[in-house]
């Protein structure tokens, strides 16, 4: 999308309903990636390979990278990024459910990274063409470095679910367990209609669903895997957080991603 004239330049030309929900999606795309860095991270020294090990480095750099250009949005809509990146506690963030616990085992990494972190892209890509400008201007260059981590995800669960009946079984299993989270992502079937027929995303929650099984069921099937069931609940869901949970990820990551340690050596 071209610059024009009809491009919002800033949340105060949106609806205050609109804006809100905007405001809602941004935040909750700078925490999953903040909380997606910091499970990346985890595994810079611990994956079966050296190349794996920069891979996951570079991965959480980008992640880190993106969440920090997420919440400098938010100033526009009224927010400090600055406590948004560093004050709040597990209860306030707004993550994607399936980060919430870390990583345990390199089949669970493969599983954030070929799924979750698909999820996540897709719905970074529903805003590329935004009618909201700032926004469609920092995603661009996003999901230039996502095609880099979905084709790393992509061959290595290539290479677990053709690999021994253990490897396919712990991978099938990790995709089992976050896989209700990943679906749940995109909420409701009509969430999103009002930003979309303002023109700041181009599909709801419905679209944004069908779009990620179009793109996951292939790289789950064609390795051997199967793609777990459909099943919808969005009776205890928050639509404002994304969450069924209202407890955020686990403490200890929260901590890291604010920053805990560097502040107490006077190294924010």
């Known amino acids: 999308m071209t610059e024009s004239a009809a491009d919002l330049r800033s949340p105060d ?17 700078a925490d999953s990636k903040r909380i997606l860095g910091i499970r990346y991270a985890d595994w810079v020294l ?10 996951a480095s570079s991965i959480s750099q980008d992640e880190w990278g993106h969440s920090r250009i997420l919440y400098a949005l938010l100033k526009d809509f009224g927010d400090d990024p600055q406590k948004l990146e560093h004050e709040r506690q597990a209860a306030d963030y707004c993550s994607i459910e399936a980060l919430d616990r870390p990583l345990g085992t390199w089949p669970e990494f493969v599983v954030v990274n070929a799924v979750v972190d698909t999820a996540l892209s897709v719905q970074l890509n529903a805003l590329a063409a935004s009618s909201y400008a700032p926004l469609r201007q920092r995603v661009q260059k996003q999901l230039e470095e996502e095609r880099f981590h979905a084709g790393h995800g992509a061959a290595w669960l290539r290479r677990l679910g053709t690999a021994s009946d253990a490897a396919r079984a712990a991978t099938q299993s990790a995709l089992e367990e976050r896989w209700p989270a990943v679906i749940h992502w995109f909420g409701p079937d009509e969430l999103g209609a009002g930003m979309k027929a303002a023109g700041l995303i181009d599909a709801t929650g419905a679209e944004l669903r069908n779009r990620f099984f179009q793109r996951a069921r292939p790289t789950i099937e064609t390795s051997g895997l199967k793609t777990p069931r459909l099943d919808l609940d969005f009776s205890v869901w928050n639509t404002s957080r994304r969450r069924s949970n209202p407890d955020g990820p686990d403490p200890e990551a929260v901590a890291r991603a604010r920053g805990d ?8």
């Open 13 to 29: 030309q949106l609806a205050a309903d609109t804006r809100q929900e905007l405001r809602d999606l941004i935040l909750a795309l």
């Open 261 to 268: 340690r560097n502040r107490a050596f006077l190294m924010d």
């Open 46 to 55: 611990g994956a079966p390979e050296l190349e794996a090990n920069i891979a």
